[in-house]
């Protein structure tokens, strides 16, 4: 599939870049350029290529996200798509102008890398590979990096372990601003996915460009409540990983999710709400436009 001429997209595309030569950097960006301009003017829906999207090339689940109504997507990593840090730099630039002549917004990159490890080797290679990432969404103009948090090891004191987190994600945050990226730290793991534990790694990891991806867990409802959680996190939204919509799919408090995000003005907010979903329905793309009738009534 084809979006508009590609000769003329070409043409306006290379005028954009400063170089296509391996190592070098594809783009001149300012600090934050590519999510700052993504802020949110109202929510919108996205898809996270997780489970109902890993066996589409990236043609497909372009075409799809635009004929269902999703305006964006994040591509997550090892999926039939594609899109991974092996990329030479032709094809990077081929990947980005594909983008540029479609509906669909790159809304960012997911990884699943994670910064818990007892030994700082193993956390120093995620470190590394994340920075591989950030680089890619740059070339690609995506808006941000998806990371996670990863559990709790038992051998070190939680305190520790959350510290370490929030260090290593500061100090990427210190690099993905000035590749204009954002780092979205998913509400994730055994343990770390504990509300007042997110929250005391994002307290370490107070560089701007990163932010919290809301990941609608079960763990959200634990002690105060959702509303309360919510709270805690809310100054620091980056983007929101919803799930099934529909009626009778998934249990969350949807309508209080909304209402809170309709308000929301933290300055890291995209406004993206992208649809992972671990069950596959028979009919994905007829379940992704029953979402889009979903969404459309709860963010009103």
Not at 183 to 205: F, L, N, S, Y
Not at 291 to 296: G, Q, T
């Amino acid at each position: 599939m084809a979006f508009g001429d590609t000769a003329l997209r070409r043409r306006r595309f290379l005028g954009m870049t400063t170089g296509a030569l391996g190592g070098c950097v594809l783009f001149q960006l300012n600090p934050q350029t590519l999510w700052a301009a993504a802020k949110k003017s109202e929510l919108k829906l996205g898809l996270v290529t997780y489970q109902w999207g890993k066996d589409w090339d990236l043609d497909t689940v372009l075409r799809n996200c635009a004929d269902a109504g999703f305006g964006g997507v994040e591509l997550r990593s090892t999926h039939k798509h594609g899109v991974e840090i092996s990329l030479s730099a032709q094809q990077r630039i081929d990947i980005r102008e594909r983008f540029a002549d479609a509906p669909v917004k790159l809304v960012g990159l997911g990884t699943d890398c994670e910064y818990q490890a007892v030994d700082p080797a193993v956390v120093q290679r995620n470190i590394d590979e994340t920075k591989a990432w950030i680089d890619l969404c740059r070339d690609l103009g995506g808006g941000g990096v998806k990371v996670r948090p990863n559990g709790l090891p038992k051998e070190v004191p939680v305190e520790k372990t959350l510290e370490q987190i929030g260090k290593s994600l500061n100090g990427l945050g210190k690099y993905a601003a000035e590749q204009g990226v954002q780092i979205r730290v998913e509400v994730h793991g055994a343990g770390t996915q504990e509300i007042p534990h997110m929250k005391t790694i994002m307290d370490v990891a107070n560089h701007p460009s990163v932010a919290v991806c809301w990941n609608c867990n079960p763990t959200d409802l634990k002690g105060d409540g959702f509303s309360a959680n919510y709270q805690t996190l809310e100054d620091r939204l980056g983007t929101i990983h919803i799930h099934d919509l529909r009626p009778g799919k998934v249990d969350y408090p949807w309508e209080d999710l909304f209402a809170q995000l309709r308000k929301c003005e933290a300055e890291s907010f995209t406004g993206w709400c992208l649809l992972e979903d671990g069950t596959v329905p028979p009919d994905i793309f007829g379940a992704m436009k029953e979402n889009r009738a979903v969404f459309e009534k709860l963010k009103s």
